[in-house]
Structure formats: C-alpha cells, structure tokens
C-alpha cells in the first residue's frame, strides 16, 4: 500500500472499521471494510479503491438524479435554505475574476449544476463539460452544446485550451489523483488557472469512513498533490466552504510554501481515534433509552450511520430532515419527516447532523427541550 499523492510506502492502518458493511457518500450500503492510512511524508489519508470503481461511477454512482432541482442544504439561516450549488457559485464567483468569454471546463463535473448555475449569472463564459459517465447527458443537453462535451475521453484540440478547469468534489473518488491533475494542468493555457472544492476530513469527519472516498484530503496533501503536476501558486482554503477545502492553483505566480505535514498526521490520529469509540458511544446511549420511541435528526449519512449502529432499529419512530428534497422518502423502512412532525410520544433524538456544527443547529429548536426530548450527540461531548 503506498500513498496515492506521494508514493511513499504506508505502514498499518490508523483505522480499521472491523466490520465489512459500510457507507457510501450517498448514504447506500457497501459490503467492504473501511480501512484508512496516513502519510508521514505528505500528510495524506487514503482508503481502498472499491474492487469495481469504474462500473460503480458508470452506472451505480447516480449523485442527485431524482429530481431536477436536487440539491443539498448547505445551511439553513432562519426560515431561508442555502443549497450546496448556489453556496458553490457564489465562493468560486469571490475567488476567481474570469474574464469575459472566457474558456472553462467543469472536470468530472456530473449533473454539472454548478456550472449551470454560473451561466445564468455568467452567460458570456463559454462553459466546457467532461465526465467518466454518460448518465448525465440529458442534464448537460439544456445548457451546453454536444461539441463543449466529452465522456471518457478529452478531444485532442482541448490540450492548452481552457483559461480555468473546476473540479467540485471529484478528486476524492480518484484512486490516482496524480494522473488526474497532470491531465487538467496540461488542458490549461501556460497561465491557466485549476479550482477546485474536495471534502475536508477534518471539517466534515464523516468524510473520513465514507468507503467511496479513496482520498481524504488534508491541506499538505493537496498542496502535495497539485505541485507534483506543476502548480505554482496554490491557495487553499477551509474556511470558504465548511467541511471543505477550496483551492485556487495557478501555472503561473510566486510559489506557495507547503502547509504543516505534522499537523495533519497529528488531527488524522485523533480523527481515527473518535471514530474509533463512538460505535461504543452509540451503544451506551441505545442501552440507556431500551425500547422507548425514539427517532434520528437528520436524514443524511450521520443520520444512516447512527441508524446502521444500532442494535435495533425496531424503536425508531421516523427520521427528522429540515430539507424538502428528504421529506417524504423513508429510510431503514422509516419515514423521513419534517422536524415539527416529530410523534409526542418520542423522548429520545440522536443528532445525526455534522458535530461540527450539530449544536448550534439543534439550538434554536426550544421545543425540543420543553417536550422533555433528549438529544443525543455524535461528538463525545456530555449533553
Ligand atoms: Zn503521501
């Protein structure tokens, strides 16, 4: 097993799920064990490619293909719904001063909402399309024409054409992730410019046991990863998008130091460590509540994690979920609800919500307390 930024050879892994049924990043079940690894050299985290990682991107990886309009909640802002897209567009719009007309290629892109969502702001950008799947075509057909496309495979004339490839939560799926930015530096003019959003383990922990993931980035790594294809100026950023790292590299400019190696090592084994124990964590308070009605917030993968934990899922009521698109489906056999429906008669809430930001999510519902509901943490931290 070596790394898959760097090539230095790895040892054994920080983490071991010790059981072979595990979660994607879309929530489904994969039978497959969860094992993740650390680089001394770069600080990269890095699992196993699944056995069958093209045909699962074919055909079985079908992000956000049920409804037209699907989207992810990003955050939630009183009574108003930011989604994932729209937060997306705007931190690429404040990063980057594309210049009119200009040449850009969205590079791995699926639904390729994103960049969608640009040209209604953007109608001068002449926006390019790639993806490894031809499940996407109908959505492209609306707003990109067939010769700004390609599947598979990139059109030679593409080599040295683009002003800026994107690249939305794509390379983490990559199990070699090097090839893959060699190929987007040299689709890039001499001065071109690569932006992209991976998932930041550290922001999202999630990411960390998702077992689709092959990469979790760390800020060294990537840095690590873009140098290596000849980046000079790197940026990366993971304030812009919670749970996510945004980057801004360019061909051309003053080169950027690379961040601290040992940090990174450091937060992984502590990473490994938390989820370690809170299978155990998970057990203790299933034990606590025994049989009494109890139901899940959040319908998403803290949410299915919780769920695919327990002993038992006979005493869960139904999942609560504060997006529109959740509403309505079921999930475990349980119905996904909205937060206000949750049935009188439930005293326990598992928060499957981001422990980053699970608390202050929870806060403003006071009617949860004044039912006497109690809520149950993913983060360790007493309630
Ligand atoms: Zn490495």
């Not at 959505?139 to 024409?145: G, I, K, T």
């Not at 593409?158 to 040299?186: C, M, N, Q």
Request: hydrophobic fraction near 40%.
């Amino acid at each position: 097993m070596d790394c898959n930024v760097c090539r230095t050879p790895l040892g054994d892994p920080i983490y071991d799920a010790g059981s072979d049924r595990a979660l994607t990043s879309l929530c489904e079940f994969r039978t497959g064990r969860t094992r993740v690894w650390s680089c001394p050299h770069c600080g990269h985290l890095r699992g196993e490619a699944l056995d069958d990682t093209d045909r699962y991107y074919a055909s079985d990886y079908r992000i956000l293909l049920d409804q037209d309009d699907e989207d992810q909640i990003y955050e939630v802002h009183g009574e108003r719904i930011v989604y994932r897209t729209d937060h997306q567009v705007s931190t690429l719009a404040s990063k980057l001063a594309l210049p009119e007309g200009a040449l850009l290629l969205d590079y791995g892109c699926a639904k390729a909402s994103t960049p969608q969502r640009l040209l209604a702001q953007r109608p001068d950008l002449q926006v390019h399309l790639f993806d490894v799947s031809a499940m996407y075509t109908a959505h492209w057909d609306r707003f990109v024409p067939p010769e700004r496309r390609a599947m598979h495979l990139t059109p030679p004339h593409w080599e040295a054409r683009f002003d800026a490839i994107t690249s939305f939560f794509a390379l983490e799926h990559i199990p070699d992730p090097g090839g893959t930015v060699e190929k987007v530096a040299r689709l890039l003019k001499a001065d071109g410019i690569f932006y992209g959003v991976v998932p930041d383990t550290f922001g999202n922990v999630a990411d960390f046991v998702v077992i689709d993931h092959v990469n979790h980035f760390t800020p060294s790594s990537l840095h690590v990863l873009l140098r290596g294809a000849g980046f000079e100026s790197i940026d990366i950023d993971a304030t812009a998008h919670r749970g996510a790292l945004v980057f801004v590299a360019r061909k051309q400019g003053p080169r950027t130091p690379c961040p601290d190696v040992r940090d990174a090592v450091q937060r992984s084994l502590e990473l490994a460590r938390y989820w370690s124990s809170l299978e155990a964590r998970i057990a203790e308070a299933e034990r606590a509540t025994g049989d009494a009605p109890a139901a899940v917030y959040g319908s998403g993968f803290y949410g299915a994690y919780i769920a695919s934990t327990l002993r038992s899922t006979q005493p869960l009521r139904c999942f609560l979920d504060r997006s529109p698109f959740q509403q309505g489906k079921t999930l475990f056999g349980k119905p996904v609800l909205a937060p206000e429906q949750l049935p009188d008669d439930v005293r326990t809430l598992y928060v499957g919500l981001n422990p980053a930001i699970a608390r202050a999510a929870m806060q403003p519902m006071g009617w949860l307390r004044s039912r006497g509901v109690q809520l149950v943490y993913l983060d360790g931290v007493p309630a």
